[in-house]
């Protein structure tokens, strides 16, 4: 979800409404994936650097995820449309409990669905799950010669499927 900052300058809009801009349009790029036959999508929503901004900009964006995350409950036509099942990754102990709420009361109301998935990636990095992953590996195990691809994959957050095809949207190169 990069570029939502540079969409708000460009067109003269507030921080706040190029975010939930982007949200918008992110929800019709997810419904024409399950629409081409991708069952899985996993959004970087928030990473872990994010918690380095400004506090307003870190405010904002924890309330549109609250707020994004409270309507898409059973009653959402996406979830509905796509029997779709939300769950929400990373270092969730790093936020705030009024949004711990909104993502609990979504992951629990669409937690049985068994259509498509939609993994969203808050307070993450893909090396902070790479660490985590080894961690709970060589703490399963006690050994560093019992780790292995399928136990690293066994305690990474997504646990499933493997990664077919990453976006990155956003005019920086890495």
Do not use: W
């Not at 060589?138 to 066994?154: R, W």
């Amino acid at each position: 979800m990069d570029g939502n900052r540079r969409y708000a300058k460009d067109n003269s809009i507030s921080i706040a409404a190029g975010y939930l801009a982007g949200a918008k349009a992110l929800m019709k790029i997810v419904d024409t994936c399950f629409d081409c036959g991708v069952n899985v999508v996993s959004l970087y929503a928030f990473s872990l650097e994010n918690f380095n901004r400004p506090k307003e900009q870190v405010d904002v964006l924890m309330k549109l995820l609250e707020g994004s995350l409270g309507e898409m409950g059973e009653n959402d036509p996406l979830v509905k449309k796509h029997n779709l099942r939300i769950r929400v990754l990373g270092r969730l102990e790093l936020l705030e409990d009024h949004v711990l709420r909104a993502i609990s009361k979504t992951m629990n109301a669409t937690e049985n669905n068994r259509g498509k998935i939609v993994n969203i990636c808050v307070a993450y990095t893909g090396t902070d799950e790479i660490a985590s992953a080894i961690r709970e590996t060589v703490a399963g195990s006690g050994f560093p010669s019992k780790i292995t691809s399928k136990s690293l994959t066994e305690n990474m957050f997504m646990g499933f499927p493997p990664l077919d095809l990453l976006i990155r949207c956003g005019d920086e190169l890495a």
